[in-house]
């Protein structure tokens, strides 16, 4: 799998119009440089052997060197992983814990309460979280100026331990809540067809029947075994939210992935680009993995097959 | 038997687009009567649309033109959304950004609903080993994230309108095949496929004439919903500078607006909310549609 986004990735430089050494070296004027590039990456050579060796590069973690930034592609990209995936698993967790529960009182309670709901949910899904973010920024740090306007920790000052971490959580309130929201409308949405569903079936008039308070019904019984979708839409979601995290950290200039995809378009550092496009792929298949690994855990009758 | 079967001979595409158009007209007007989110969602995209065709009329200065008004002026009688850092008007540029925003939807939604049905039918269709590989393929490119894809694809090839268009047109058909399958494996083993077969049809006709206009209505929803990805793809480029400078963009004006936000709070405001309008009216359509086909949610 992870093969196939390095095969895509290398038909598509070389289907790219001009020379691609300009694609996978950047735009250097010195015309020494460019031959000596075009040397070590074999594109003087036929075109399956520089697919051999464009393919044992990127294995090697050797994506190229970014030099406008001066660092290797990889480097660049592996240190700015753990901001973005703190900020996406911040948001996951905030969204999970109100989403579910706001799903679940949408489908047990039906009525007015669901229609409000599930209205809030769909314009929460349809409102792009790169404006909403701004939205958010401009009210709450422009404002009424009671959060910081980017970034993650406050500059010229060096806190440490416990400091650190209340400083970055204060840094992360406004990206995470953008994030989140658009999330929770997510699986809110998903919830709430999902209890729906298992309200329907036959253990649930049982459980009604042993007299079993309702709320014990709709939570122990009915979420219980609506969650294993849940887990699944939320895992394959992983790629929106990726994306997400990516456009909200521009807003908030938070130091991840995203705010270097910015940064590398604006400067047209195509090699940090394709590296990015690699990395998120991997985090996108490696996330669908834990949702297979998950799914066995919730669900015995998949782990005994 | 063989004098029907002349008598059919020269079914066209018109016919198949006719066919169609008379299923989406019933079952559309039916829609109206049960569900009001569907109803809602039509009202509002047609507000969008006519807004879109009208744009010339009701704006008074020309799109992407700088220095129409004094850059940074608030929201006034003369700009109603205000103007921005290089003097342009807010105002007639969202008008023209939503034509932007709904060529991109259409077409590339066209363009990947042709890719995705061509695959899916020949999936659904014969089968076999060349379905198991159509899918495989079909589910590696859903897993490959597309906005990142898409915005590879135009950094490379260029960024111009035409490539955009292109680029979210092919990362975006996979869900398409799948669905076109799943609906042409149904539909291939009802009774009046088999007494088409029985009359001697070729496999085209079978395929275009018998169930393609059956399986269509059934992704009909699904091409909506893809509409709305695909603007708000068009849009998230546009916000990340991947963009045609010489087109006007409810994305990338957001781009722009990020360096201002602290100044020009009207730069972000306007162009967000007309793309969130946008988006929600498709989104209601879309689910409108889907509840009303789906018996069982609509009950509920």
């Known amino acids: ?305 | 038997m063989t004098n029907m079967n002349n008598q059919r001979t020269t079914y066209t595409i018109t016919d198949l687009l006719k066919n169609v158009g008379w299923q989406l007209l019933c079952k559309t007007s039916k829609a109206f009567r049960v569900n009001p989110r569907f109803t809602a969602g039509f009202i509002i995209i047609l507000v969008v649309v006519i807004l879109a065709i009208v744009a010339p009329l009701i704006t008074w200065h020309p799109p992407l033109k700088t220095l129409v008004g004094r850059p940074f002026t608030p929201p006034a009688a003369l700009h109603p959304f205000g103007v921005d850092d290089l003097g342009r008007d807010i105002y007639t540029n969202v008008l023209y950004g939503i034509r932007t925003s709904l060529t991109v939807g259409v077409s590339s939604v066209t363009i990947s609903l042709a890719i995705g049905i061509l695959i899916g039918v020949i999936a659904g269709y014969y089968g076999g080993i060349l379905e198991d590989a159509l899918m495989r393929i079909t589910d590696m490119a859903l897993i490959i994230p597309q906005f990142l894809l898409a915005l590879v694809i135009v950094a490379i090839f260029g960024q111009n309108f035409q490539n955009i268009i292109i680029a979210i047109g092919i990362v975006s058909w996979p869900g398409i095949a799948r669905m076109m399958r799943a609906e042409f494996l149904s539909i291939k083993e009802r009774p009046f496929i088999e007494a088409a077969r029985a009359v001697g049809l070729t496999d085209v006709r079978i395929i275009f004439e018998e169930i393609l206009p059956n399986a269509i209505p059934a992704i009909i929803p699904y091409a909506v919903l893809q509409i709305n990805t695909a603007i708000l793809v068009e849009a998230g480029l546009g916000f990340l500078g991947i963009a045609d400078p010489n087109v006007p963009s409810l994305g990338l004006m957001l781009n722009t607006a990020q360096q201002y936000l602290v100044r020009a709070w009207w730069m972000a405001f306007f162009p967000g909310l007309v793309l969130s309008i946008i988006v929600i009216g498709l989104n209601l359509l879309g689910d409108g549609l889907i509840e009303y086909l789906n018996p069982r949610l609509r009950k509920r």
């Open chain 1, 1 to 305: 799998m992870i093969l196939v986004v390095i095969i895509v990735t290398f038909l598509l430089v070389r289907l790219a119009p001009g020379d691609p050494t300009y694609i996978l070296v950047g735009e250097v004027g010195d015309e020494s440089f460019v031959r000596a590039a075009r040397e070590r990456l074999g594109l003087d050579k036929p075109l399956y052997e520089q697919f051999i060796i464009y393919i044992s590069n990127v294995f090697r973690g050797d994506l190229g060197y970014s030099y406008l930034r001066s660092e290797s592609v990889a480097k660049l990209i592996v240190e700015r992983i753990p901001a973005t995936l703190l900020l996406v698993l911040t948001a996951m967790f905030i969204s999970a814990l109100i989403g579910i529960l706001v799903g679940t009182i949408a489908a047990a309670k039906r009525g007015v309460v669901d229609l409000t709901l599930s209205t809030l949910s769909i314009i929460g899904i349809s409102i792009p979280y790169f404006w909403l973010g701004q939205i958010i920024l401009i009210v709450f740090a422009v404002w009424l100026g009671v959060f910081p306007l980017g970034g993650m920790v406050s500059v010229g000052y060096e806190y440490q331990g416990l400091q650190y971490f209340i400083d970055v959580v204060y840094h992360l309130t406004l990206p995470a809540m953008t994030l989140a929201i658009f999330n929770i409308a997510f699986t809110t949405k998903i919830t709430r067809g999902s209890v729906l569903e298992a309200l329907t079936q036959d253990y649930i008039l049982t459980a009604r029947a042993k007299g079993i308070p309702e709320s014990r019904v709709v939570f122990r019984h009915a979420l219980r075994n609506a969650l294993i979708p849940v887990v699944t839409y939320t895992g394959f979601n992983t790629g929106v939210l990726l994306v997400g995290a990516i456009l909200t950290e521009t807003v908030f200039a938070w130091p991840g992935m995203g705010s270097l995809l910015y940064d590398s378009i604006r400067l047209r550092d195509y090699p940090v680009v394709l590296g990015i496009f690699i990395y998120g792929s991997i985090i996108v298949i490696l996330a669908n993995l834990v949702v297979d690994i998950l799914y066995g855990i919730l669900d015995p009758r998949i782990r005994l097959r």
